[in-house]
């Protein structure tokens, strides 16, 4: 059976989505049958996979949610081998007012992944920049969250309010539910700033942090207006490497073979 996996946090521009693609990319390199789901409805995720996307599927996430579509009729498969995504449009903004008062709102996302965890070995959820019912049905639905913050002073600005949902979500609806680890994103090795939110942050936070560091990297910054994760858009890129040591350090704690 499959593990789900939410990236999430509350604030913007931190490399969520960076994570969400080159993530999936990377385990996919290493052999893993990954699906990721597109829960934004900024579709940035979609956008920044579109030139590997072969199949013209009309189908979204929303409308899995809704019951609009078979499950077959959203999935793109094989953006690279093995990794299928299920795209995401603006309608998905709509969900929390259609959704509002119905006893099922906080378990739609977890009633379409309990239908696809065998199919794959890992399932990624790109949650939305906000705490909303988006981001409650995607804890519900994870095993774990990923929790990307950027190296600034301001890293742990809304990080607490995403550990009090995550413990929130705890209670009332998913008891299992873990931080798989926090990961830095954007750490710039030239300047002190970055290595000092690294040392503060593990000083200071209880939670499991990642030993992989996402550097601030050109390349991994052009391969979404490319449409391509950064393992095809540029595969020997420090960018690219340390995806794929995150990849290795998730599989790794799992004993799962590289």
């Not at 953006?79 to 959704?99: H, N, P, Q, T, Y």
């Amino acid at each position: 059976m499959g593990k789900v996996i939410a990236i999430t946090n509350q604030k913007g521009g931190v490399g969520k989505t960076t994570t969400a693609i080159n993530l999936s990319a990377s385990l996919s390199e290493a052999e893993q049958r990954v699906l990721l789901i597109d829960f934004d409805p900024q579709g940035n995720t979609t956008s920044g996979l579109a030139s590997c996307i072969s199949e013209d599927k009309e189908g979204t996430i929303y409308d899995l949610l809704c019951d609009n579509e078979d499950i077959e009729d959203c999935l793109c498969r094989d953006v690279m081998l093995g990794f299928d995504l299920i795209k995401s449009d603006m309608d998905l903004s709509g969900v929390e007012a259609e959704f509002q008062g119905l006893p099922d709102m906080d378990v739609r996302l977890k009633n379409v992944t309990e239908k696809l965890r065998d199919d794959y070995d890992y399932i990624l959820i790109d949650c939305p920049p906000s705490i909303s019912v988006l981001t409650v049905n995607a804890m519900t639905a994870a095993d774990s969250v990923i929790i990307p913050i950027q190296c600034e002073y301001y890293a742990l600005e809304g990080l607490n309010q995403v550990l009090k949902l995550i413990d929130l979500v705890r209670q009332k609806l998913n008891p299992g539910l873990y931080v798989e680890g926090v990961l830095f994103t954007m750490y710039d090795q030239r300047t002190r700033l970055s290595e000092q939110v690294v040392e503060s942050v593990r000083d200071n936070l209880k939670e499991r942090i990642f030993d992989t560091v996402i550097p601030r990297n050109v390349r991994l910054a052009e391969a979404p207006s490319f449409g391509e994760p950064i393992n095809i858009y540029d595969s020997s890129s420090r960018g690219a490497e340390s995806y794929r040591l995150l990849a290795a350090e998730i599989l790794e704690r799992e004993g799962r073979e590289i």
